[in-house]
């Protein structure tokens, strides 16, 4: 299949990701080291994810936000994974939940 | 040689194989955790291969995002923002904001691993959640190294085999949306989420990026309010921090 995404983008991305390993490994991170950068960059992954629990969820076209079979899918999803539940089973129920729904 | 360890009255050849199984059983532990661990990753890594040709990458490049990005959640979200419509440049934002931990886990990591430029940049390539976590996690400080690039390795090979899979066989899937695919990964990120999520600050700045998100993508175009919500970790850590502690 032919791709849409510009090929910058994943170079882009490339290069940064390996930037901040990179930096951590050869002191260039020590910069920004220290417990107030530490605890912050703890923090991003559950905000940013978050986030895209929601606008995977809710969000439809541009600035809309909607109620539909998605959101059972994912509430099922999070108490599966809640529960501990391996991730092949909590991407599955919600997937089935929600095409379930769309019947 | 399988009565070798038991002759009697060698004691230099009993020590050196009680040494040797010492070693050779170590070495299974960590390499068994290894191995299980990539198993589990490759299907992350199907998740996003199918996530990134839904969202309107090639298979190569799908393939290339997994060898060359190498850190699961900045390319989930990366495919997510792109096929949600989002332009390149929320992509790459939010994709990086997620991987600015990897160089807290870069600096755990080269206190604790030395060698040459090129092992250490090589080392850099596989520092991710799951090669920190199994090294950090070695009560001998012997197997730290071991145990990083067994991790590191075998979580690579699975999750770009993952990948490739998924890419693939994303592309038998007619209706992604018929099939729920759309609930499927944002479950996905839950799932991503769930060590943060277990911890109160965790759950804050989690509260925090999805109030966030929600309301910026009101006024926002498609990217923008993953970007935004990154002010939930400030806000997170604001709250649980002492203020003696900043």
Known sequence: MSGTVSWWTVAVIAAGSYGFKAAGWFGLGRVLSGPRMQNIAGLLPPALLAALVVTQTFA???????????????????????????????????????????? | MAFGTDVPGSFCH???????KRIRLTAKKYAKDAVIMGAAVGIFGAGFGVLAVDSGFSTLQACAMSL????????????????????PVSAIGAALLLAARNGLYGMTMSS??????????????????????????????????GAFFAGGLAVFVFWNLGTLAGALGGQVFGDAEALGLDAAFA????????????????RTAAIFGGTIAAVATLGFRPGVPVILAAAGALGAYAIHTPRSAR
């Open chain 2, 14 to 20: 009993t020590r050196s194989s009680r040494v040797k």
């Open chain 2, 68 to 87: 060359l990005v190498f850190t699961g959640a900045s390319q989930y979200s990366a495919a997510s923002v792109i096929g949600s419509g989002g332009d």
């Open chain 2, 112 to 145: 604790k691993i030395s060698g040459s430029l090129w092992k250490r940049a090589g080392a850099a390539h596989l520092t991710i959640d799951e090669s920190t976590a199994l090294a950090v996690g070695q009560p001998d400080p012997a197997d730290v190294e």
């Open chain 2, 187 to 202: 479950a996905g990120f839950v799932v991503l989420a769930m060590p943060a999520l277990r911890t109160p600050a965790g």
């Open chain 1, 60 to 103: 439809v076209n541009t600035n809309q936000l909607v109620i539909d079979e998605r959101l059972a899918g994912v509430a099922v999803g999070m108490l599966a994974a809640w529960r501990n539940a391996p991730f092949w089973l909590v991407v599955t129920l919600a997937g089935a939940t929600t095409a379930l729904l769309r019947i």
